[in-house]
């Protein structure tokens, strides 16, 4: 009977943790399906909500989760009324595509190495690796801005997209994948002849899947939440990602920017809910922990 009742009582608990999570999306889509006069009734109250509280007198914000009248309008701004969104939104398709892509096949060539070679000054080499994973952004700023000034890559897209290609992590969570392949398949293989790059085509790329699809999940969530880099390196609002134009978005028409919001959070939920499964097995096996 306690065993029950414990179970139960966890289970209530991170229902309830799960819905304090997911209450800022639930409210993003439902606000989305309001006109901008009902979200302008509801947000507005916050301003006189301050002007009460400098008064001295009590005040509160009616948070509404269900629209008096549901409303597309919003979604029709954003996806037909105002162009601007959807280029911008090709613009963060376009440079996160490329950085995976290239992340992916680097990271997975140069992990294949620092796992199954054997070559002088291996591990020194991975741990001059391991620093600079470890670095902020802020440290690596100013070389990385110096060297897209010399190659006149500012104001472009392959400022952001040629870092974020030779980046340190997808290096080490595969090579900490590949380390848990038995080196007895490598060794197999030499001994019926086959060389380096069929191995690691017939052999490791099979076997490393679920590792690139965590690797591919989190490079997306991770380079399409991106706003320092194109800040710094893009000086043309055109260029920009949807993720820095999202903060004008809202200024302009809060309505407008909990539709753009929705659609903006949509490919993240899709691509996480296709490789669910792969994602929490290559997490797993990796040893990468959140």
């Known amino acids: 009977m306690k065993v029950v009742i414990k179970k139960g009582a966890i289970t209530l608990l991170l229902c309830l943790l799960a ?136 104001n472009s897209a392959y400022a952001i997209i040629l870092p974020g290609i030779f980046g340190a992590f997808g290096v080490f969570m595969l090579r900490q994948f590949m380390l848990s392949i038995p080196t007895a398949y490598v060794e197999a293989a030499h001994m019926d002849g086959a060389g380096h790059s069929r191995i690691f085509v017939q052999i490791i790329l099979p076997l490393i899947k679920p590792a690139l699809a965590a690797l591919i999940v989190l490079l997306f969530v991770d380079y399409w939440n991106m706003v320092e880099q194109p800040l710094i390196f893009l000086d043309d609002d055109f260029r920009q990602p949807l993720s820095v134009y999202l903060s004008v978005i809202q200024q302009e028409a809060r309505g407008v920017g909990f539709a753009a919001s929705v659609f903006y959070m949509l490919p993240m939920v899709l691509l996480f809910l296709y490789a669910e499964s792969y994602f929490i097995e290559g997490v797993q096996t990796s040893g990468i922990k959140g």
């Open 19 to 154: 819905t304090l999570l997911l209450l800022p999306i639930l409210i993003s889509f439902t606000n989305s399906l309001m006109t901008e006069q009902e979200i302008g009734s509801n947000y507005d109250m916050i301003g006189e909500m301050t002007d009460a509280a400098n008064d001295g007198e009590d005040a509160f914000v009616n948070l509404k989760l269900i629209p008096d009248w549901v409303s597309f309008e919003q979604y029709d701004k954003v996806l037909i009324e105002t162009p601007t969104y959807l280029n911008l939104f090709w613009n963060s398709v376009y440079m996160v595509a490329f950085i995976i892509a290239g992340q992916v096949i680097v990271g997975a060539l140069a992990a294949y190495a620092f796992a199954k070679l054997r070559f002088r000054g291996r591990d020194q080499m991975f741990f001059i690796y391991l620093i600079t994973m470890l670095m902020p952004f802020q440290v690596t700023l100013v070389p990385n801005y110096i060297i897209a000034d010399k190659l006149g890559l500012l």
